[in-house]
């Protein structure tokens, strides 16, 4: 028909026919709230708190031992007797990290933070990265906000 096959749609040039990779099951998207956390809402051990902002993690002796968020404006802290698991994406994952004292203490010292753990080799290599790449400000980055995880101004 003399269209293009294009062996990837990833690269950046859409133009053309070929395979789309999707996760879907019976002809439907099959999500990862879906697969994975949809069936282990149902143990006793687990609790979904929706429509929250993290804050920080509650760090103890090194060790992360819960988090600190806000829900309706107050504070509420939820701690874990097994391990805190961090997933708020490459940015947002981040900004949590930093605002709870893990990460260069030459970025977190001037904002007020105090420094839990000093990241200067490769994890604050990536933070900085991350934080560079979207052109944010050391403040921006770490600052606490009441509005989404993170709001960029100007050109990412």
């Known amino acids: 028909m003399g269209i ?12 053309g026919v070929g395979y789309f990779h999707v996760n879907q099951k019976r002809g439907r998207r099959w999500s990862s709230a ?4 949809k069936p282990a809402l149902k143990r006793p051990n687990l609790r979904l708190e929706k429509d929250v902002l993290v804050d920080r993690l509650i760090v103890e002796q090194g060790r992360a031992v819960g988090v600190r968020f806000m829900r309706g404006g107050e504070v509420v802290e939820a701690r874990a007797k097994g391990e805190v698991i961090l997933c708020a994406g490459s940015i947002g994952s981040t900004q949590v990290l930093h605002r709870s004292g893990i990460g260069p203490s030459d970025w977190l010292a001037p904002l007020g933070i105090e420094t839990v753990l000093d990241r ?12 560079s790449s979207a052109r944010s ?19 990412a």
């Open 4 to 15: 293009r096959k294009i062996a990837d749609f990833n690269t950046g040039d859409n133009e």
């Open 34 to 37: 879906r697969g994975f956390l």
């Open 120 to 131: 200067q080799g490769p994890s604050g290599a990536i933070c900085r990265t991350i934080c």
């Open 137 to 155: 400000t050391r403040s921006r980055a770490c600052a606490p906000s009441t509005r989404p995880i993170i709001r960029w101004s100007g050109a």
